[in-house]
């Protein structure tokens, strides 16, 4: 069965060659290899919740904090059927890897809770997400554990999750869940920020090519929050939005969409698959894991792919389009605008002073834009593909720290 964290641990032996090239102590470079190939703490609980009916149900929840070498760890919490430990461990390396991509002070961790949100009553999921936070209040704080929304979660449950922190720690401490409500110390920004980070590390890549945003066709493939913020500023930029999709299919003109006119729906002209082999400049896949495999990275016709989702590429189709010479500008880099924008959330909760979206949008573009050039130079310097330059980039960060810090 396809194992997600094998995947993660794939990528992580993938770098070790050029690892060892940089450090002189081969042993303590393996020591701290062996310690990135597991969590540093794991932990799990039964939650009990009464339902409305009266009746009790349980729900397994994790937590995984993978790594905190740089800094507090950082990752959000998913509700849904699927959460498993496996997963959980490798969405938390991930956190790791991006934190340490966009180079800012954080290690890695996630949470999550094996339920399907859709079938409780508000109500339910209210005493839900309590319990959760109730379990994971000894070891989330400001300067420990700072958890955020991710699949089927939300400002209102970060919300709940902060009032029962609050509570039970007697003082408040906004800064220990980010993602929050405005009202309660979230970030301008932050709704917009993957997408909008999407975008910038977009028009860095291109200009490196000599390319100008006026002439780039683009497809989007999703067309949720992230989906749609990508083409919404992609086409305040410039770029030619060609076609965008749904669950239930894809919208196409190759003369050029207006993606504000599309907000509430579109009716459909291709389906998902074909939007994947247009011929376009760039293919950004922006809705779920797994989009392009090794049935289909054959028939990609885009120069460049851009992953705004996670994991859209599996490991074959990447062997695949890195041998046909198309440039796949990796998730961990990609759509790092909103953990970005949550490191922004937590920084101005630590000062108590807040900040503009105009202020936000102009801190976020400098990291981006960094972050893309420490990859392009790596790429040019080693002659290696994105993914490869940014998952060394990271695990180099990361080990550097744990050696400052005496790990190994
Ligand atoms: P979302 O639920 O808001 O949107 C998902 C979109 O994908 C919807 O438009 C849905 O209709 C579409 N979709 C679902 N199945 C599809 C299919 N088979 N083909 C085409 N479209 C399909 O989710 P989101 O927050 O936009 O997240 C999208 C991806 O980006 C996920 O992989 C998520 O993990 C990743 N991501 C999100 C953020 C964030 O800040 N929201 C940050 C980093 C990464």
Known sequence: MFSAFDNAIKQLSEVVPLLEKEYADKKKLQKAIDLLKRPQNFYRKALKIKLDGGKNASFPAFRCQYNNARGPFKGGIRFHPNVCEDEMKALAFWMAVKCAVVDIPYGG?????????????????????????????????????????????????????L???????????????????IELGGSQGRIEATGQGGVYVLEQYLRTKGQKNQR????????????????????KEGFKVVAVSNSKGGIYNPK????????????????????????????????LENAITGANAKKI?????????????????????????IDVIPDVLANTGGVTVSYFEWVQN?????????????????????????????????????????????????????MLRGRV
């Open 163 to 181: 009032e029962s922190y609050e509570k039970k720690t007697g003082r408040q401490a906004p800064a220990t869940f980010t993602g929050k409500p």
């Open 350 to 402: 630590l000062g108590g002073y807040y900040w503009t979206k105009e202020e936000v949008n102009r801190k976020l573009k400098p990291i981006m834009v960094s972050a893309f050039d420490d990859i392009q130079k790596t790429v040019d310097e080693k002659k290696i593909t994105y993914r490869q330059a940014a998952y060394f980039l990271a695990i180099k960060r990361i080990i550097d720290a744990m």
């Open 301 to 325: 016709n885009a120069k460049c792919v851009l992953e705004m989702a996670n994991g859209p590429t599996t490991p074959e189709a990447d062997v695949i389009l890195a041998k046909r010479k």
């Open 109 to 161: 961790s996630k949470g999550g809770i094996v339920v399907d949100p859709s079938v409780l009553s508000e109500k339910e999921l209210r005493r839900l997400s309590v319990k959760y936070a109730e379990f994971i209040t000894p070891f989330v704080g400001p300067w420990v554990d700072v958890p955020a929304p991710d699949v089927n979660t939300n400002g209102q449950i970060m919300a709940w999750m």
């Open 216 to 235: 780039t066709s683009v497809a989007v493939q999703g067309f949720g929050n992230v989906g749609y913020w990508f083409a919404y500023f992609a086409q």
């Open 256 to 287: 050029g969409l207006d993606v504000n006119k599309l907000a509430d729906s579109f009716k459909p002209n291709i389906t998902n698959e074909e939007l994947l082999t247009l011929d376009v400049d760039v293919l950004v896949p922006a809705a």
